[in-house]
């Protein structure tokens, strides 16, 4: 079975308030042997140059991780904290080229690696790591991380960051994925009880599952830009929101 997979985002409400561009920034990179890469980040909006940081952080830990992986390393955990390590530092190096204050390309960071037999993900920060085995429920990763005030979270910029960073492996076989920014937790997640909401993903994921191909799936991308564009979604928050979706199961296969 092959992945395919659709991703997108969309300036949230308060951004287009104030004339800020979307700081999310996605990206989703398939292998020859079938292995999935994904990484999302999320710009703080509070950073002039968060989408820099963003884009930078899933740049480099695509190539970090499509490096390691086609040298023949397997150790996933170690990959993605090595992957999360060198995204740090390249936006270090970004913000030190520019003569700019690290702090102004804050962003969080979620990281995911999938193989046949397992994989491993990563966290700086709040989002949303699930999966799902055939047959199972939806379960979630790594739980969004709080800062000490509410609606405060960590980044991968901070002085402390390489402490925050979280680090998961978990076995295979992983038939669906799913990884959103911040903005979406509430549709989610359960708070109450720390749990996923079923009905959220089943509902996406049965749409997927019909579509033709491989590889990116272009116009259910598009249509998952509209949805996040949508009154449903940015009346739950004014924040930027982005999504990636990804699934190997049989065209027209049960969720």
């Not at 076989?173 to 749990?195: K, N």
Request: with cysteine.
């Amino acid at each position: 079975m092959v992945w395919r997979w659709a991703a997108a985002r969309a300036t949230g409400r308060s951004h287009l308030k104030s004339g800020l561009p979307c700081q999310d920034r996605f990206g989703v990179q398939l292998l020859a042997n079938g292995t999935l890469i994904a990484a999302l980040a999320d710009g703080a909006g509070s950073a002039v140059r968060g989408e820099v940081g963003a884009e930078t952080a899933v740049l480099t830990v695509l190539s970090s991780l499509h490096k390691s992986l086609n040298e023949g390393a397997t150790d996933l955990k170690s990959l993605v904290q090595d992957a999360v390590g060198e995204a740090r530092q390249a936006v270090i190096a970004v913000a030190e080229r520019d003569q700019q204050d690290i702090r102004q390309y804050a962003s969080t960071l979620l990281a995911v690696v999938l193989t046949n037999e397992g994989g491993a993900a990563a966290q700086i920060g709040d989002g949303v790591i699930v999966v799902k085995r055939d047959h199972e429920e939806w379960a979630w990763i790594l739980w969004p991380q709080r800062g000490e005030y509410t609606n405060t979270t960590f980044f991968l910029t901070d002085p402390a960051a390489t402490q925050r960073l979280e680090v998961e492996g978990f076995p295979g076989p992983i038939t669906d994925l799913a990884l959103m920014s911040d903005g979406l937790e509430c549709l989610a997640l359960r708070y109450a009880d720390q749990t996923v909401h079923q009905p959220f993903f089943n509902g996406m994921f049965r749409s997927l599952v019909l579509e033709q191909g491989s590889d990116e799936i272009k116009t259910f991308s598009d249509s998952l830009k509209d949805y996040l564009a949508s009154e449903p979604i940015s009346s739950r928050t004014d924040d930027d929101v982005s999504i990636i979706l990804a699934t190997r199961r049989p065209t027209g296969a049960s969720i």
